[in-house]
């Protein structure tokens, strides 16, 4: 996707630019500076913790949820790959490299043009319009706000934003044609086998996504874990009476945990949770704004198929919950609507684990203990079986292992310190 040149040095263009920066410098005020520090700070977190606001506030549930995560940071990758490939074609210098009187508040060693800044906020507004239409003049003045931080804080010209900003949303129009065939707005029109043994719910969410196209898998029902414990076996039994038995002596630490990775409607969700996670270790390690992109799309891609692959294991066995099989149980976080086999919560966990654990070694300890923790609250809380969470594991750990495999063959270069 190669660019028009940017204006010429000493171009009567080019000069008007330099005094719009001037004019502007003169204006810059302490929100302005702020604002402007924000969006450098990180771009791509910051759009980010958009979609998780969104997803919060519009209640989106889980599977949908790792679609648009992921959808949103494919976008952004794909975009700054674009915009790196650009900037070193081109190798503009920055408006402070170009004329000595302009100050630019924050730092750059990437070439000007196009701005990264305008393409993640061009890709990123461009996704979120179309997930959520009614947010699009929310979506269009953050998108302003981002790129015009850029050129009062002397890290761009204005040819710089408007063709980042062009590339962005042409690379997000190619991940919308994909995500309108994806298959995630097929109606539902089946029936759920009933009688004993079976998940017997009403108004089920998502019961067709195991159908959905994944990003990183070839066919996912040949990732199609084994059936479930039979309801009558010894096996069954013996997980149903540790579900009761942790319902029936649940201490203080299991409540706290099962809260704290509940994630139901009306919050970022169990892939957003790890996103926010994700999120946090960009920053702790500085990674740039294209490295952060690739780390958040690579687990994202594997969440969403690893909540494909779980939700296909769900409607296909459609196992009862343990309340079901045991009135007895108690659960302080809720009942989801869909049936039990497999973890949705260990799924997305081990998926991101798994990627997290490449990207970030020196943390893989503290990762992998997470997402068990994660797993684990499920029991905690009277919402899974462990063979539910073991099996969920297995399958999320798939995913993230070819999201590893991915990113082991896409060329990026290891981090340096």
Not at 8 to 30: A, C, H
Request: aromatic share 10%.
């Amino acid at each position: 996707m190669r660019l028009e040149p940017p204006p010429s040095l000493g171009s009567p263009q080019e000069t008007r630019e330099i005094e719009e920066i001037w004019d502007l410098q003169l204006e810059r005020n302490p929100k302005m500076l702020n604002i402007a520090k924000t969006w450098d700070e990180g771009g791509v977190i910051g759009w980010n913790e958009i979609a998780r606001d969104l997803v919060a506030k519009h209640k989106t549930d889980p599977p949908m949820a790792s679609r648009i995560y992921a959808l949103l940071s494919v976008a952004q990758y794909d975009a700054l790959v674009s915009a790196w490939n650009n900037k070193y074609y081109y190798y503009r210098p920055t408006p402070s490299e170009t004329d000595g009187k302009i100050y630019s508040m924050v730092s750059s060693k990437e070439p000007s043009y196009p701005s990264e800044h305008a393409a993640i906020a061009g890709a990123s507004a461009e996704i979120l319009k179309y997930i959520y239409p009614d947010e699009a003049d929310f979506l269009e003045d953050k998108a302003k706000e981002h790129q015009e931080s850029r050129i009062w804080a002397g890290a761009n010209f204005r040819s710089d934003i408007t063709a980042g900003d062009m590339l962005g949303r042409d690379v997000a129009r190619k991940v919308i044609d994909r995500a309108r065939a994806d298959g995630s707005d097929e109606t539902w029109d089946g029936t759920l086998p009933t009688g004993p043994g079976h998940w017997n719910g009403t108004d089920p969410v998502r019961p067709n996504w195991g159908q959905v196209k994944p990003w990183l898998a070839s066919d996912i029902s040949q990732l199609r874990p084994s059936p479930p414990p039979s309801v009558n076996s010894q096996e069954f039994k013996d997980a149903l009476t540790e579900v009761r038995n942790v319902s029936d002596k649940r201490n203080a630490h299991q409540l706290m945990i099962a809260k704290f990775w509940a994630d139901g409607a009306g919050t970022y969700t169990p892939p957003g949770h790890w996103n926010e996670i994700a999120c946090k270790m960009i920053e702790d390690y500085d990674q740039n704004e294209i490295r952060a992109a690739r780390t958040l799309a690579l687990m994202n891609m594997a969440m969403m198929d690893a909540g494909i692959c779980c939700w296909d294991a769900k409607y296909y066995y459609c196992l009862l919950r343990p309340w079901e099989a045991d009135p007895e149980i108690t659960t302080p976080i809720g009942r989801p609507n869909f049936p039990s086999y497999t973890s949705g919560h260990s799924a997305f966990s081990a998926a991101a684990a798994e990627v997290l654990s490449y990207v970030f070694p020196d943390e893989e300890d503290k990762i992998r203990s997470t997402a068990e923790e994660a797993g684990m609250s499920r029991l905690y809380g009277g919402i899974h079986y462990r063979f539910d969470i073991e099996e969920g594991q297995k399958g999320g750990s798939s995913m993230g292992k070819m999201a590893v495999l991915r990113g082991r063959s896409d060329g990026c270069p290891p981090q340096t310190p």
